[in-house]
C-alpha cells in the first residue's frame, strides 16, 4: 500500500459536550443506522478476525465530506475515544480518501489524507473501518451491523450480548432489541423486526420446551386488533421449526392430528392460556376458530 499523506486538518474548539447513556459499541450501530438511513444502502459488513478488524461497506453510497463530518464528526469522536476508527471512501481522483477525526483535550480533530496529496470534498462507497480490542466485541458488531436495515427502526439482539446493551428492560422476550428511533408501539416493531431464523427459533422453544415468550404475546394482540404483519414469514418460520423437530401434521376432512417425533399426538387447543398455541393452531388451520 502506498503511504498515504495528509491533506488538511481541522480544528474545532467549539464542539459541545455531548454526552450519551450508552456504550460505545451501541453508538456505532447508531452511526451505522444514520449512514444506512440516509443512503439509503444496507451496510455490507466483514470482519478480519486476525487483525481484530471490522469493515462497513456502503456500496455506491455519496456523501459530502462537509455534511458528514458536520452530522457525525462528535459521535465519531466519542467512539474513537475507545477504539481507532476512520472513515474511508473512493474519492474523485479514484482513489481512496480517509477522514480520521478525534476528540483531543476536549477538541475536535479532522484530519483528511490521500496518496496524490489532493484536498477532496465528495467521498463515495463510504467505508468505516474500525480496530476493536478482542473477537468478542468482533462478534457482537458483526452481529449488530450486520442485521441494520435502513428501512428498520430496530434489530434484534441474541441474550449472550445483554453485557454489551445499556438496555436490558425487555424482561420475558427471547431476545434484546436495539432501538433507533423512538415510535408509538414499539413492541410491534420489535417483533416486525425478526428474521425468519428467529423466528425459528421461537417456535422451536415453543414446540419442544412448552415455552411462550413475550414476542407471541405481542403477536397475538396484534392478530386479534387486525394489525399483524409478516404472517408469511411467521407460518413459513413455523413450518420450518416443525420439520426440524420432526412434528407432522395429519389432515382429514374431518379432524387434524399434530404428532411428535415419537408417533404420539400433540393436543393443542384454542382455550390454552398460551398465545404461541393459538397463534399456532390459527396459522394451520385458519378457519377452524378465531381469536
Known sequence: MQRKVIVS??????????????????????????????SRKNPEVE????????????????FECDNLIEDYGELVGLVSNEFSITINGVIDTFEIGTIKIIIEDGKL???????????????????????????EELQFLYEVLSNIQYN????????????????????????????FENIYD??????????????TELWIDFLKNKYTSMEFDVLYENFKNGNVRRIFAWELALRIALSKLSIS???????????????EQIHYTFESKSSAEKILLKILFPANESL
Open 9 to 38: 486538518e481541522e480544528i474545532v474548539t467549539d464542539i459541545g459536550k455531548l454526552k450519551v447513556d450508552i456504550s460505545v459499541l451501541e453508538l456505532l450501530s447508531i452511526i451505522v443506522y444514520e449512514l444506512s438511513k440516509e
Open 152 to 179: 428498520k427502526t430496530c434489530i434484534s439482539i441474541r441474550r449472550k450480548w445483554d453485557k454489551y446493551l445499556s438496555n436490558n428492560s425487555y424482561m420475558g422476550t427471547k431476545y434484546n432489541y436495539i432501538q
Open 186 to 199: 414499539e413492541q410491534s416493531d420489535f417483533v416486525n423486526s425478526l428474521s425468519i431464523f428467529k423466528m
Open 249 to 263: 401434521i395429519e389432515n382429514s376432512n374431518e379432524d387434524f392430528k399434530i404428532i411428535d417425533s415419537n408417533g
Open 109 to 135: 480533530k479532522i484530519q483528511k489524507s490521500n496518496t496524490t496529496g489532493k484536498d477532496f470534498d465528495i467521498i463515495s462507497d463510504l467505508c468505516i473501518k474500525i480496530e476493536v480490542r478482542n473477537n
Open 47 to 62: 470482519c478480519i478476525y486476525k487483525d481484530k478488524i471490522l469493515w462497513i461497506l456502503f456500496d455506491n453510497s455519496c
